[in-house]
């Protein structure tokens, strides 16, 4: 009998069952924030392309941010644990290629990705370490292609105006996910695709519902700059 109930438990701990849920990383959700070069290169005043040359005419990564549900979200959450270049050195040719910088003076991306690292990623350093933050966030950029959604929905970067809710519809249509959508003004004053935010669980693994699907974005028709 005894014999019976230990190999019982012992089953439904294999099962996952009598097994603790993982400990609570102390946000709700992140955002994975992909930027248009376009929309970024026609607004500052000073856009540089990184020394690896113009990037590709696509969206790059931006960061990943863990939020909370109410809006707000943590920063600057470890100053002692400092970006490191070296736990990253695999990803290099990866980050330059997905994740570039286009701040000025021109840069290699480091100090962009320190800036994400420090400022949003050390928020996350109970789910994933370093490496784990930009492995990740690369995954899952290379998980949805949203140039090829939007192209494929006749949204194109071709300084045409498109109506916000047909490039919503596009991508919650693709991906199943609505996303948040913010934009900012170009020289003439246009209104205009800026970046694209989709919502991730807090392991950083899944793509969800955005708990706040609240767009920075609030006009019927924006811009798709070229680049
Ligand atoms: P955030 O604080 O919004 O996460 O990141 C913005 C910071 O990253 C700014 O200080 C900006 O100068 C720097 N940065 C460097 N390269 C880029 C880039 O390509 N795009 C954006 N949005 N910020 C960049």
New binding site residues.
Partial sequence: MITKVWFLLKLLTFQGLFTSPPPDPGFDFFYL?L?W?GA?CDTKRACCYPTTGKPAADF?I??L?PNYNNGSYP?NCDPSNEFDPSEISDLVSTLQTKW????CPSNE?Y??WE??WE??GTCSESVMDQHGYFEKTLALRDRINLLQILTDAGIKPNDEFYKLKDIKKAIEKATGFTPVINCNRDPEKNRQLH?ILLCVDKSGTEFMDCPMPTDRCPYSHIQFAKF
């Fill in positions: 924030a930027q070069p970024y790059g931006h960061g941010w920063s570039p910088t286009l701040s991306g100090k962009f800036h994400e400022k949003h970046e």
